[in-house]
């Protein structure tokens, strides 16, 4: 297997547009974390799912963030609009079970709002 | 929800020394540990974990150590080289992480 995958690697929007961001889980993963890292805040959780349901969204910073799992091996998360303050490094994690196992990560987005 | 503080934020020693880094947690209910080993421009990795029901577990130069009755958990990296210098996060059961350690070793 290839890993989690994200898409894109890098990302460079004007404020105020609309950025999805993409995630791609190992085969056979039963959870998906979605994660925000940045120099203040660290690496943060916004929301996780398992078997494709929500399960924790409160991580969710506002309500212009979004994210959904259309199927069992594909994720994205959405911010519309964008703003500055939401440039980070967004990454995708993914795991065999919900808790207490290794979670894999992906080699992460680079979000820049201008 | 669990909360994870970790301990230093920064780590600086010299290449063959010893590096430790520290995490407490609030959720007594917890019962998985793992560390994570960011390096730059990659996501962050597990290079070992521990489950309650032991209280240390050894893989080469690395050790983790629990103490459930205080809440807080330890890595230890031994014969410190400088490919280990990266950033280093604890977590808990819920996969929320600590804020976070940049290790440098110096040769």
């Known amino acids: 297997d290839a890993g989690v995958i994200q898409s894109p690697r890098h990302e460079v929007t004007e404020m105020g547009q609309e950025v999805t961001l993409r995630c791609k889980l190992i085969?056979?993963?039963?959870?998906l974390f979605w994660y925000r890292q940045t120099m203040m805040r660290g690496l943060e959780l916004l929301i996780y799912f398992n078997n494709n349901v929500p399960i924790d969204d409160s991580g969710m910073p506002e309500d212009r963030f979004s994210a959904k799992m259309p199927n069992a091996s594909f994720s994205t998360l959405k911010i519309q609009p964008s703003e500055p303050r939401d440039s980070a490094v967004y990454f995708c994690?993914?795991?065999?079970?919900?808790?207490?196992?290794?979670?894999?990560f992906g080699q992460g987005t680079r979000l820049t709002v201008v | 929800g669990e909360n994870v503080e970790q301990h230093p934020s920064t780590l600086s020693v010299q290449e063959g020394d010893s590096a430790v880094i520290k995490c407490t947690y609030s959720?007594?209910?917890?019962?998985?540990f793992p560390w994570y080993k960011q390096e730059l421009g990659k996501g962050p990795q597990l290079i070992i974990d521990?489950?309650?029901?032991?209280g240390e577990k050894k893989d080469q130069r690395i050790a983790v150590t629990l103490n459930k009755t205080a809440k807080h958990f330890s890595l230890h990296i031994t014969e410190t080289q400088p490919e280990d210098s990266a950033v280093y996060f604890c977590?808990?059961?819920?996969?929320?992480f600590g804020a976070g350690t940049r290790l440098t070793v110096k040769p």
């Open positions: 085969s056979g993963h039963n959870s």
């Open positions: 994690a993914s795991s065999l079970v919900l808790s207490n196992t290794e979670a894999f």
């Open positions: 521990i489950r309650s029901n032991v």
């Open positions: 959720d007594s209910a917890s019962n998985y």
């Open positions: 977590a808990a059961s819920n996969m929320r």
